[in-house]
């Protein structure tokens, strides 16, 4: 079939005014080159409306990024250098890439100005080379901030580990950049302004995808190997190999339960501490334990159990390492 495309003076006036291409998701930091579009059954020009449609395996290029859906509806508008494409709309079997990262839903918009698209699917996809995201409701992605948004159960998979929440936020880093450490200090949520002003941050940025940290809030569960934690708020450092979580926290292991405020967990090595309450909290708070009977050994009397452990956790950490009171911990 005979792809049909627009034409070569139409594509050269719908060029993008943000700086050179780079890796990531980054339409909208994608280039001096024009976005290119192309599709199988046709693209109409609505010239009044300030739109171009292509229907049919329709595909918008630039640099290294690609948007495909069934129907793709490019918006433009008088730009200085001439006309510029500042939204896309896509439809029917979404997918946005590029040579590392994939996202995939039913429809999307990609709004170039805050270099922002929301992917709603059944569920909505992110899949880079680490990691896997999907979300039930939409996922947003930021390309300045490196930040994704999950909405309507999200959830991270990264090899055997995987939290979930009604909202989780993924910041990610560049996999080819060692300078970012640790997680910042603070995250502000992202405000970022229209138009090529916004375009300040992580111009310069390659590499694919790799998620830095995660924040989870609502219905959150962090499952490992070793144990599913469960409560009301979470987050998980991934330079550190530390989650914390905090609520109506429950971690269980091979039955055994444990319930309070606060619990740090070290992925690294396997060691989970439960307080009452989160550090700084005041009032009286108590974790409780609760572990399975076991079997005695073949030699004790017949097979009854015995009681491995009922009792109370401390109240809260003593200082913000996460360390356990009293040298309690599990």
Same mark, same amino acid.
């Given at each position: 079939m005979m792809r049909?495309?627009?034409?070569?003076?139409?594509?050269?006036?719908?060029?993008? !005014?943000?700086?050179?291409? &780079?890796?990531?998701?980054? +339409?909208?930091? =994608?280039g001096d080159s024009e976005i290119q579009v192309y599709a199988d059954n046709g693209i109409e020009w609505v010239s009044d409306g300030n739109r171009v449609i292509a229907r049919g395996n329709a595909k918008a290029v630039r640099g290294t990024m690609t948007v495909t859906a069934d129907t793709l509806t490019a918006h433009y508008r008088q730009g200085v250098g001439g006309n510029e494409i500042w939204r896309i709309d896509a439809e029917g079997n979404v997918t946005i890439a590029n040579p590392t990262d994939t996202a995939t839903g039913v429809k999307a918009t990609y709004d170039l100005d805050k270099a922002i698209f929301v992917l709603k699917g059944q569920p909505a996809k992110l899949v880079t080379p680490t990691d896997t995201? /999907?979300?039930?409701?939409?996922? #947003?992605?930021?390309?300045?901030? $490196? +930040? &994704? @948004?999950? $909405?309507?159960?999200? @959830?991270?998979?990264? *090899?055997d580990k995987q939290i979930e929440s009604d909202v989780l936020t993924a910041h990610f880093k560049d996999k080819e950049d060692p300078a970012a450490k640790g997680k910042p200090k603070s995250a502000p949520a992202p405000t970022p302004a229209s138009g090529s002003a916004s375009r300040k941050a992580g111009q310069d940025s390659s590499?694919?995808?790799?998620?830095?940290?995660?924040?989870?809030? =609502?219905? %959150?569960?962090?499952? /490992? %190997?070793? #144990? %599913?934690?469960?409560?009301?708020?979470?987050?998980?450092? +991934?330079?550190?190999?530390?989650?914390? !979580?905090?609520?109506? @926290?429950?971690?269980?292991?091979?039955?055994?339960?444990?319930?309070?405020?606060y619990a740090h967990v070290d992925l690294n090595s396997g060691i989970s501490k439960l307080f009452g309450a989160a550090p700084?909290?005041?009032?009286?708070?108590?974790?409780?334990?609760?572990? %399975?009977?076991? *079997? *005695?050994?073949?030699?004790?009397?017949?097979?009854?159990?015995?009681? @491995?452990?009922?009792?109370? &956790?401390?109240?809260?950490?003593?200082?913000?390492?996460?360390?356990?009171?009293d040298g309690q911990g599990r």
């Open positions: 049909r495309y627009l034409p070569l003076a139409l594509l050269l006036a719908l060029a993008g !005014v943000a700086p050179a291409a &780079a890796q990531g998701f980054d +339409m909208a930091k =994608g995201f /999907t979300a039930e409701e939409s996922l #947003e992605y930021w390309e300045l901030q $490196r +930040m &994704a @948004v999950l $909405r309507g159960h999200g @959830v991270a998979i990264q *090899k590499g694919s995808l790799e998620l830095h940290y995660a924040d989870a809030y =609502g219905h %959150v569960k962090l499952t /490992t %190997v070793q #144990e %599913v934690v469960t409560g009301d708020r979470g987050d998980y450092n +991934m330079e550190t190999g530390i989650a914390t !979580v905090s609520g109506s @926290v429950k971690i269980t292991r091979e039955g055994n339960e444990l319930d309070g405020g700084g909290a005041t009032g009286d708070h108590r974790a409780r334990g609760t572990f %399975v009977p076991e *079997k *005695k050994d073949k030699g004790g009397d017949d097979g009854q159990h015995q009681s @491995v452990f009922h009792g109370n &956790a401390p109240k809260k950490p003593t200082d913000n390492s996460g360390g356990p009171a």
